[in-house]
């Protein structure tokens, strides 16, 4: 790893990990570079790292929720990301969708596989937990669901996914979306601008 290398950690249940998706383009535009994916279980991670989500953390800070919501509105207006729905059956159970992320990567369709899991869960809101409905919405994407499916329950699959969710954790990720330049970590979507700032000074060396 060097100093120039950039990382986003994501996973599909978290809806500040899609807006970040569908901004890093840009990011990526102005960078001239790309960021790898790297796909972690973020209940595993919250596990290990002794994290809740938002919605628990602060459930008795009913102030505090309701300017997370406001930040999030106004990501969304300022990217112009009108597409975004909050999920009907949020909060997901994602280990399907995750492990078949990884199977994806072997598979030679993974681009492909997180826009499809990405808008399935963020802009039409589906039950990406159900397996009968991961399998509809991957075959009407025109990927081989059957094949995916098959792929993301092999142990190697099951091994790759919890080994980095297990990395992120000791390399000090706490949620997601993480982000990694080099050895720097940043989190948060309102962090890309850091993210951005620092990638930069890292290419410029």
């Known amino acids: 790893m060097t100093d ?27 960078l001239g570079a790309r960021f790898d994916y790297v ?10 790292a002794n994290n809740r989500s938002p919605m628990e953390a602060y459930a008795q800070i ?14 969304i207006a300022r990217h112009g990301l009108q597409e975004f729905r909050m999920n009907p059956h949020f909060p997901v159970n994602t280990l399907q969708i995750m492990r ?4 994806a990567r072997t598979l030679g369709c993974f681009e492909r596989y997180v826009d499809t899991v990405f808008a399935s869960m963020w802009e039409r809101g589906r039950d990406m937990a159900d397996v009968q409905v ?20 092999t142990p190697e699959v099951k091994q790759e996914l919890q080994h980095a969710t ?24 309102d962090r890309l601008r850091d993210v951005e700032e620092q990638a930069e000074r890292a290419a410029a060396r």
């Open 62 to 75: 009913p102030h505090k929720l309701a300017y997370e919501r406001l930040e999030m509105r106004r990501f």
């Open 100 to 103: 078949g992320a990884v199977a």
């Open 134 to 153: 991961i399998a509809a919405e991957l075959d009407g994407a025109g990927l081989d669901a059957q094949a995916l499916l098959a792929a993301s329950q």
């Open 39 to 48: 796909p972690v279980l973020l209940g595993g991670l919250f596990k290990q």
């Open 4 to 30: 120039k290398t950039l990382e986003f950690l994501f996973d599909f249940g978290s809806p500040n990990a899609y807006l970040v998706h569908k901004v890093l383009p840009q990011v990526e535009a102005r």
């Open 166 to 189: 297990q990395h992120a954790y000791e390399r000090g990720a706490f949620g997601i979306p993480t982000f990694f330049v080099g050895s720097e970590m940043f989190f948060g979507k």
